[in-house]
């Protein structure tokens, strides 16, 4: 069998026959591919009362896994979270933060 030759003369099928194939039916989205699976040493989690919710970790997060959430606490209105789905553990937060409110804890331990 010739490699070469469209798939459809190789199986001898007409467009008609031929099975549906490369059709994505919903685009891509990186949101439904839970990358914190890769995640195997460590992760992040925010000490609440350190944070100055000045939103370093959230700009600089390359998963876009720091999220601000609407949780006031004293002046500020927002808060931030860990994504855990989509966190990746690579502790750039964690080396970015100003006042060390982030610390990369043993990935087995439970987050609160
Ligand atoms: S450890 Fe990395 S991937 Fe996870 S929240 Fe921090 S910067 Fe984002
Ligand atoms: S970088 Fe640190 S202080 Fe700033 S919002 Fe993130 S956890 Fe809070």
Request: charged share 30%; with cysteine.
């Amino acid at each position: 069998m010739n490699q070469k030759e469209p798939l459809s003369k190789r199986m001898k099928l007409s467009w008609r026959e031929m099975p549906f194939a490369g059709i994505m039916f919903e685009p891509g989205s990186s949101v439904e591919y839970k990358t914190g699976d890769w995640r195997i040493e460590r992760k992040p989690q925010i000490d609440g009362e350190k944070c100055i919710r000045c939103f370093i970790c959230w700009i600089f997060c390359p998963d876009v896994s720091i999220k601000r959430v609407p949780k006031p606490y004293k002046k500020h209105i927002e808060s931030v979270e860990v994504d855990y789905y989509h966190c990746k553990g690579c502790g750039i937060c964690a080396a970015e933060c100003p006042v060390n409110a982030i610390e990369m804890i043993e990935e087995s331990t439970d987050v609160p």
